[in-house]
């Protein structure tokens, strides 16, 4: 089935949009920008050039995506979030008398958004860092350091509270952990794991 555009989203030219993607209302996507298959990008949410998205990845409303993001597949970002890539920003030269190029430079830094993973409604993400698999951002939370694999991060800045499973119930908390090593079944759907000094380890990963 083909993409589904709403007509007054702003499509640029040499974007690539996957099959059975739908994008909303006034959603601005940049040049050279692809999605892939599947996707949801919410309305009013903007797109920056070269940014790579995977298939089946679900963006709600009003998210901000800049240059340098890479999200793989099976992601969601919440409504609100916005994504950040420049380490020193300025608006202008030191002399205040010419605007900075917004093209990327050696200061413009890359953010990796692993498979599976979710962040929540209102985060700000970062650069120079990733997001591991099936992790999750709680919300409204300020991501300034790498998240590990099946992490639950939370706070202002973000910190490791716990891990999730790949269904995104919690597993355990950390601090309720006796000792460096768990084994852990999920409460929702079986799936088991261990723990091992905050390591998550997938026992019986799904094929």
Do not use: Q
Request: glycine share 10%.
């Amino acid at each position: 089935m083909a993409a589904r555009i709403h007509p007054t989203a702003l499509i640029e030219d040499d974007v690539r949009i996957g099959d059975g993607t739908s994008i909303w209302d006034n959603v601005h996507i940049r040049h050279g920008a692809k999605i892939g298959t599947d996707c949801i990008v919410g309305e009013k949410t903007y797109i920056a050039y070269d940014v790579v998205i995977g298939d089946r990845v679900k963006i709600n409303a009003t998210v901000y995506i800049c240059n340098a993001v890479t999200i793989e597949d099976g992601v969601m970002i919440s409504a609100g979030t916005v994504f950040t890539n420049d380490r020193f920003p300025r608006a202008t030269t030191p002399d205040l008398k010419e605007l900075r190029s917004s093209e990327p430079d050696e200061d413009t830094l890359p953010t990796l958004v692993k498979e599976g993973a979710t962040i929540g409604a209102g985060c700000v993400i970062g650069n120079d860092l990733s997001i591991g698999r099936f992790a999750m951002v709680g919300m409204g939370s300020l991501v300034t350091k790498p998240v590990e694999d099946f992490h639950l991060v939370l706070g202002h800045p973000a910190r490791p509270v716990g891990c999730v499973c790949r269904c995104g119930h919690p597993l355990l908390r950390f601090e309720e952990m006796d000792g460096p090593e768990a084994k852990v079944d999920c409460s929702s759907c079986g799936l088991p794991y261990r723990v091992v000094e905050h390591k998550v380890e997938e026992l019986d990963p799904p094929r």
